[in-house]
């Protein structure tokens, strides 16, 4: 008898393959919308740009939600909240940084009350930039988001949970007041 | 034209001697005050004048006069006339009095100025936390907050600033715009400095 042969490492990614093409065709977006890039997303759901086609819908609370997009400008205070609501969604998840404000801060780059860099704090699988993108750019985004999925390369929230240290010590360096819950995933 | 306007002048210039009123366009009427006359001057406003509505207080910080401007903005439903006054209060240790007993939504913005300005309005009990969270030190609104340094060191700069141009000389030499002198330096600051 022939035994291909596979190490233990191209074993899993067989199985993988076949559950990320899965995943890439049904994304589910938090309802969630930070700054002013949340207005862009109602005519990329709807019959315009109808992001459905693309396996890509809106889930009303963050344990459905597979994907959290952070639509632009960050402040710490919204931060506190983004951070509690990446943590309760379940696996598998994605963050989409939206907006030159999650990039660089953009035009809010030396405002006293903006974050502006937004993959120190979170996990950012894929950026899209441009102020604003438009609903093209966040369609061409999402694909980029599938490409990953599907290559297995969309694994932000596994380094998450790798490097938890490091991120926390960011987040609380400007998040004074530390009242948060402990997940264990 | 500016009827209702001058007639409010001369009643306002009648009961304060010492108010500088102003008619600015129709429709705006702006009175300038000393500070402890400003709590029966709305009074007055409100009563007597009918201006029953509230519709803003703000803060103007004029560091070069070592002041604070707190600017009360009313209006009247039936003359359809906005007054505008305003007043100078110290800005070290900023004190004025609560106008909550006049509107209720007085109490809204002076959370807001205690917030942003740190002006510590006497009277009200309700000056907590309100916009910002967990902040600690100088409210920053006022103008000798540095907000560029604050971001520097507090969040993290992506690098690619750094040759960030004064595009403004390059434009105005296209365009052949003259740009006074008091404007140069309103442009991009230098991300060096």
């Not at chain 2, 703000?58 to 209006?75: A, H, P, Q, R």
């Not at chain 2, 009200?124 to 969270?133: K, Q, R, V, Y």
């Not at chain 2, 409210?139 to 992506?158: A, C, G, H, N, V």
Request: hydrophobic content about 35%; some cysteine; aromatic content about 12%.
């Amino acid at each position: 008898m022939i035994t291909p042969n596979i190490d233990e490492k191209d074993k899993r990614r067989i199985r993988d393959i076949v559950q990320d093409f899965a995943r890439k065709h049904s994304l589910w977006v938090l309802a969630y919308g930070t700054g002013c890039g949340a207005i862009e997303i109602p005519p990329t759901m709807t019959s315009r740009y109808d992001a459905e086609r693309f396996g890509i819908r809106g889930a009303a609370t963050p344990r459905q939600a597979d994907v959290l997009l952070i639509t632009g400008y960050l402040s710490t205070k919204t931060l506190k909240r983004v951070i509690r609501t990446y943590e309760q969604m379940q696996d598998p998840k994605y963050v989409i940084g939206f907006g030159s404000c999650t990039i660089n801060g953009g035009m809010y780059w030396d405002s006293y009350n903006t974050i502006n860099a937004l993959d120190r704090y979170l996990p950012v699988d894929v950026y899209i930039n441009g102020c604003m993108p438009r609903p093209e750019a966040v369609i061409q985004g999402f694909i980029k988001l599938q490409n990953l999925i599907a290559e297995g390369k969309g694994n932000g929230a596994d380094k998450y949970k790798e490097n938890l240290e490091w991120y926390r010590e960011n987040q609380k360096k400007i998040i004074h007041n530390w009242e948060m819950p402990d997940y264990n995933w | 034209m500016l009827e209702k306007e001058n007639k409010l002048l001369e009643q306002i210039k009648k009961t304060f001697h010492s108010a500088k009123v102003e008619v600015k366009r129709e429709m705006r009427v702006a009175v300038q005050l000393r500070s402890d006359l400003i709590p029966p001057f709305l009074s007055y406003a409100k009563e007597y004048l009918e201006f029953k509505h509230l519709s803003h207080i703000s803060c103007v910080d004029w560091i070069e006069d070592d002041e604070l401007e707190l600017v009360f903005i009313l209006w009247n439903y039936e003359l359809h006339v906005q007054i505008i006054a305003k007043t100078r209060i110290e800005r070290e240790n900023a004190q004025f009095v609560s106008l909550k007993k006049f509107w209720n939504q007085a109490d809204t913005y002076e959370r807001e100025i205690h917030e942003m300005y740190g002006v510590n309005f006497e009277g009200n009990d309700n000056l907590g936390e309100f916009i910002l969270e967990d902040w600690e030190g100088k409210p920053p609104m006022l103008r000798d907050f540095d907000t560029i340094k604050y971001s520097k060191e507090t969040y993290f700069q992506r690098p690619g600033r750094e040759d960030a141009q004064n595009v403004r000389e390059t434009i105005t030499k296209h365009s052949g715009e003259e740009v006074p002198e008091f404007a140069k330096d309103y442009t991009i600051r230098n991300i060096e400095e």
